[in-house]
Structure formats: structure tokens, C-alpha cells
């Protein structure tokens, strides 16, 4: 890791006025939570996501996209914010960072102390009845769902209650999405943590960032489309490049 490097990102994010992070599964990885995407390892590698996290399957087979979910949601709820987690937050306490949108669903952002968190993929924290439209907390489910795979259901109508994580074919929740497109027009500066860039249409923010004159930081292992007009380019781990520039930031 370039120490130059992490002294030019620590001077652009000190100079900057409105820096926003856009985090991806990169960021949870170090926390043992699998990423999607990511060739050999990732879970489309092993899984259709189209049979078993879809608006569609689980409209005809909640039972299928729950089995799947089950192992996953049991690595969420016991998974703990790595050093990029808190290194981000340190950065938002001491006003030098705005915002984190993030396509996670894993909260460890908001776990590890952020508060300016926009999951425009949603979360796990709730579930909603898709026949009532009654929202419950998931902590009333989860244990029994992960210790016997009982199926959430509504206690008004009986019905399958969904996750409120965002299923492909699903829309992304309305105003949280606006919010970060605003986030992205407005910053001066941000920063891709963790991302590959591939997921449509949080992939297309950084460019409405670029288009507003922002500056681009892209800290992500693989390369991403956006690589040729970022500012900055850091392909390590973000559980250690993350402390190493909160470092740079607060003790330079």
C-alpha cells in the first residue's frame, strides 16, 4: 500500500466539502458475509439469482427464496462491523464524511455508529406483508425462522411476510433513491468502497458525481468502468486501506 497514495486521498478528503462514500460487498467481506459477484467465489457463481432472489420467485415460492436466504440472513445477524465499518463512522463524527450510500443489506454501517445511511438496496431489519402492506420489525421473526426455518407471516392476514431487501425485479425504494442521486449531484467528492459497479442504476451515480465536477476515489480489488475517470485508484483491502486513510485525515 502506497503511502503517497494514502497521503493524496487524506488531502482530497480534507479539501473536499461534501464527501460521500458509495459501499458495496467489498466493505462487509471482512466481516465474513460473501460477496455476489466476484469470479469463483461469488454466490451467482453457485446460485441463479433469478430462481432464488427474485421478485418473481418468491411471489410464487416464498418457501425457495427463504431456504436460500436462511444461512445467509444467520450470517448477517451475527456478523460484526470490520475496521472499515468504523473507520467510515470515525470519518462521519469528525465532519469529513456527509454520506454513505450503500447496496448492502447488512446494517453494519449503521451497527459500527454512521448515521447518514441511505441502503438503497433496503435491509433486513423489516419485513412487509405484500398482501396488507403491514411492516414488522424482523427481530420478532428471526429466531425462529434461523433455528426452525419457520416462514415469517403476517399476523393480520397470515400471508408470507418479504424481506425488505431489494429482490431482483424489484424496485429500489423510491426515496431513498432520490435521496442518493441527490447526494451525487451535489458532493465534491466520491468515494467507491468495495464496489464492483455493476449493479444498475446505483452503478451510474459516480457519473452523475463526475458530471457535477465532483472528484472520484475508487478503493475496490477489481477494476470497475468508472476506473479511467477516477482521481484515485487503490486496489487493496478496504479493512486496511480504510484506517490507514482515517489515519491520514485525523493525525495529518
Known amino acids: 500500500m502506497s503511502e503517497k497514495t494514502i497521503q493524496e486521498i487524506g488531502h482530497l478528503i480534507k479539501n473536499c466539502e461534501y464527501t460521500i462514500a458509495l459501499s458495496g460487498a467489498g466493505v462487509s467481506t471482512p466481516s465474513g458475509i460473501p460477496d455476489f459477484r466476484s469470479a469463483n467465489s461469488g454466490l451467482w457463481e453457485t446460485y441463479d439469482p433469478f430462481e432464488v432472489a427474485s421478485l418473481n420467485s418468491f411471489r410464487y415460492n416464498p418457501g425457495k427464496v ?12 451475527n456478523a460484526s462491523p470490520n475496521s472499515a465499518h468504523k473507520g467510515l463512522a470515525q470519518l462521519e463524527e469528525d465532519g469529513y464524511l456527509q454520506k454513505i450510500i450503500t447496496q448492502n443489506v447488512d446494517s453494519l454501517h449503521q451497527k459500527a455508529g454512521s448515521n447518514n445511511v441511505l441502503e438503497v438496496h433496503g435491509s433486513f431489519r423489516t419485513l412487509t406483508c405484500t398482501s396488507c402492506f403491514k411492516q414488522y420489525r424482523s427481530s420478532a421473526f428471526i429466531d425462529t ?86 482521481d484515485i485508484i487503490l486496489r487493496e483491502d478496504v479493512a486496511v486501506t480504510i484506517p490507514a486513510i482515517v489515519n491520514e485525515v485525523l493525525g495529518g
Open 66 to 77: 427463504y431456504n436460500w436466504l436462511r444461512p445467509l440472513v444467520k450470517l448477517i445477524i
Open 145 to 230: 425462522f434461523i433455528q426452525d426455518g419457520e416462514l415469517p407471516r403476517c399476523r393480520s392476514c397470515q400471508r408470507v411476510l418479504k424481506p425488505d431487501a431489494i429482490l431482483f425485479g424489484e424496485q429500489l425504494p423510491a426515496q431513498t433513491w432520490l435521496q442518493a442521486v441527490e447526494a451525487s449531484r451535489r458532493c465534491d467528492l466520491l468515494i467507491v468502497i468495495g464496489s464492483s459497479l455493476e449493479v444498475i442504476p446505483v452503478a451510474g451515480l459516480p457519473m452523475r458525481a463526475i458530471d457535477n465536477g465532483a472528484h472520484l476515489i475508487i478503493l475496490n480489488q477489481q477494476e470497475t468502468y468508472m476506473d479511467i475517470r477516477a
